[in-house]
């Protein structure tokens, strides 16, 4: 998820009680909500480098931990000032906890398991940006605030000091539960919605429900055949045409593919997509060379990718350049 939807939760965790675990528990969770996307650093050394560290070990379960403690360690060095160690620790670990767990319910999916295995696991229930999520929240936010105010204009005339807005924040945290349980059942309609039709005469080998950011009726399927791909919009509400689909046919793995997909900078991009659509297309500036490209269905349109790796072959089916690039939008 993003990070505003991150620090709000480390937020409404301290406002819900876990502040009285410990001295400074507020910036404890904001940073340990947040602590888990240390890995931006790795954007420094270029964007496959980032593609590479990205929700990598840092959103593993064996550095929760680590995670943890760091942002304790952190605040006591700033703040020059006591905590209680085992409750910092322990509120820490839960808003670390928070954000793999929200990580965790989109679509670009989180590797628990590293270093052991690099496997990645998602629920694909809610966009990276989630426009209902961030609505409650803001509601959670002023709430309190607002109904602080009009409390203190009615009965004295002044305006007393904001509350905490506990009953707020613990509302706000119970509705993100209950919001991703709905939508894990809609996921799950929609994805037997979705394989439990033909295309083209073919019947599905997997298929996907990526979800909109505003309307959770409305999903983007995703469909895999052994030599094409069907994408179509689903609703869940008016019924599924699966005739409707766009067929996106898979190229032959001709040489030039293959020498593509060989390449360092094609392995790196596919043990993350998971959805990859391949073209292979006439080199503009190399006499008998091809530019092959793949990006991940997931993320953006065939129009629109979010991010497009590519691999200039020339006739003698030699890599001669490389890249990897984020397109109109970038997933987080």
């Not at 936010?141 to 007393?160: A, C, D, K, M, Y």
Request: with cysteine; aromatic share 10%; charged share 15%.
């Amino acid at each position: 998820m993003d990070n505003l939807t991150h620090t709000a939760v480390g937020l409404f965790l301290s406002r819900a009680g876990l502040n009285r675990w410990t001295p400074r528990a507020t910036a404890i969770l904001l940073l340990a909500a947040n602590a888990p996307d240390i890995d931006i650093v790795a954007a420094s050394r270029g964007s496959l480098n980032y593609l590479h560290y990205h929700r990598h070990l840092s959103h593993s379960l064996l550095a929760m931990p680590a995670m943890a403690i760091l942002p304790v360690l952190l605040v006591r060095w700033a703040g020059r000032q006591p905590v209680r160690w085992a409750g910092a620790i322990a509120a820490a670990f839960l808003a670390v906890a928070s954000h793999l767990l929200l990580d965790w319910t989109n679509s670009y999916g989180i590797r628990p398991w590293l270093p052991f295995s690099a496997q990645w696991v998602q629920l694909d229930l809610n966009n990276v940006v989630d426009l209902w999520i961030w609505a409650v929240f803001l509601l959670a936010l002023i709430g309190p605030f607002l109904g602080r105010l009009i409390t203190s204009e009615i009965s004295s005339g002044t305006v007393q000091p904001l509350s905490h807005g506990r009953g707020s924040a613990i509302f706000a945290l119970i509705f993100v539960l209950l919001y991703d349980c709905g939508r894990g059942v809609l996921n799950a309609r929609a994805v037997a919605a979705l394989g439990s039709r033909v295309y083209q005469g073919v019947a599905p080998s997997r298929v996907a429900a990526i979800p909109s950011a505003a309307n959770p009726l409305r999903w983007r399927g995703l469909v895999e055949t052994p030599d094409f791909y069907a994408v179509a919009d689903l609703d869940l509400e008016a019924g599924f045409d699966p005739l409707r689909a766009a067929i996106l046919h898979k190229p032959d793995p001709g040489p030039a593919l293959e020498a593509a997909r060989r390449s360092s900078t094609f392995q790196e991009f596919l043990r993350f997509s998971q959805y990859p659509l391949w073209r292979v297309l006439p080199a503009p500036d190399l006499e008998n060379g091809r530019l092959v490209e793949a990006f991940d269905l997931r993320f953006g349109t065939p129009q629109t990718p979010a991010f497009i790796v590519s691999a200039l072959v020339d006739a003698n089916l030699r890599v001669v350049r490389t890249s990897f690039h984020w397109g109109s939008v970038r997933p987080r």
